[in-house]
């Protein structure tokens, strides 16, 4: 038995890493299929509300379709509008590196070793800011706006189909599986559920990170508050290292703008005592034990999904490895696995 054992383990890590290479080349194909599966999540409510106000299926999609477009419409031109504004404002931010932060710099290691001196002297803003190579990722980035577009038109379509489809799946399954229908169907819908509800509060919560980051940065006069508002709402998506990104930056920004040191440390303080209290006591009260994961689970996933689909992975590591360990837990073999990856060491109930 214990030579079995250590004979399972490793053919079940490479079992692991073929299925994540696999994946991986996949990805084209699967990736917006996958993308499209959670997105339904969020948009099925609205699609049944209209549904029970007896409002056709075709409009009830049109609806839904009319205000995503909006949403990314209003996306678009929140990041266009804000980028204009970063290029015009890198010249302030120049002169007040150069001026005043790297100075400052040199004078509070005047007595560190030569070579650290030499290295902060270095340290000239157009040493470390190509302004050349951020218009030529801007304009990369337009010229890719096309194919950005057609990947999205993909998940779109993905989920218009989805949406359409909903509830004819578990009929499929009863007419195919009669014997077994009801195991099938309540494990489909337990996952069902469990992401429709991870997705649907975490999209709001952030949201509402999104806007408290944006009212704070307003009232302290920090530049591209609205930018810096919507990066936190997407990259808190993200579990775990979302939150570093979203501080970061407008901290940065913070430090280049305004020439007393004061203010941006306490714009600093401010944006990390409330999304602290936000992301780590009102949001888990909130949100309750609803996904039951391990945290070092959760920390695994992120680093797999991420080296499989890329940021895409990272934003649906958490929801994957869900209905991976409610799958688990439903097959009476698997079922100790499934108790394992949760973080209360009981199986969902």
């Known amino acids: 038995m214990p030579a079995a054992r250590s004979i399972t383990i490793p053919l079940l890590v490479i079992a692991l890493v073929v299925a994540g290479a696999a994946l991986h080349i996949m990805q084209p194909v699967l990736l917006p299929f996958v993308v499209a599966l959670f997105l339904s999540n969020i948009f099925r409510p609205l699609v049944v509300f209209l549904r029970k106000r007896h ?49 400052g710099l040199e004078q509070l290691l005047a007595s560190a070793p030569d070579a650290i001196q030499q290295q902060v002297k270095t340290l000239q803003w157009q040493n470390i800011v190509q302004v050349s190579a951020i218009l030529g990722v801007l304009y990369a980035g337009a010229g890719g706006f096309v194919s950005v577009l057609s990947g999205l038109g993909l998940i779109l379509l993905f989920m218009l189909f989805i949406l359409g489809g909903y509830g004819l799946f578990e009929r499929k399954v009863r007419a195919a599986y009669p014997e077994r229908a009801d195991d099938f169907t309540a494990v489909l819908k337990r996952i069902d559920a469990r992401t429709e ?18 009212v704070i940065l307003s009232a302290f006069g920090v530049d591209l508050a609205l930018l810096w508002g919507l990066i936190t709402f997407l990259v808190t998506f993200i579990p775990t290292i979302g939150s570093i990104f979203a501080l970061a930056l407008p901290i940065l920004v913070a430090f280049l703008q305004f020439d007393s040191i ?32 391990s945290p070092l689970l959760v920390l695994i996933s992120l680093i797999f999904w991420g080296w499989v689909w890329g940021p895409w992975g990272m934003v649906l590591s958490v929801p994957i490895t869900s209905m991976i360990k409610i799958a688990l837990e439903s097959v009476p073999a698997t079922k100790p696995i499934g108790i394992l990856m949760s973080a209360t060491g009981k199986a969902t109930p």
């Open 55 to 103: 409002i056709p299926m075709g409009i009830a999609l049109l609806l839904v379709m009319v205000l995503v477009a909006a949403v990314l419409f209003g996306v678009a031109m929140v990041a266009i509008s804000s980028v204009q504004s970063l290029v015009a404002a890198l010249p302030r931010y120049e002169a007040r590196w150069n001026n005043s932060i790297l100075p």
């Open 197 to 214: 509800r991870y997705f649907i509060t975490v999209t709001l919560m952030n949201l509402v990170s999104g806007v408290i980051s944006t």
């Open 262 to 293: 004061s203010t941006p440390i306490v714009v600093a303080l401010t944006l990390v005592v409330v999304q602290f209290v936000w992301g780590s006591v009102i949001t888990p009260r909130i949100m309750g034990s609803s996904l039951d994961l």
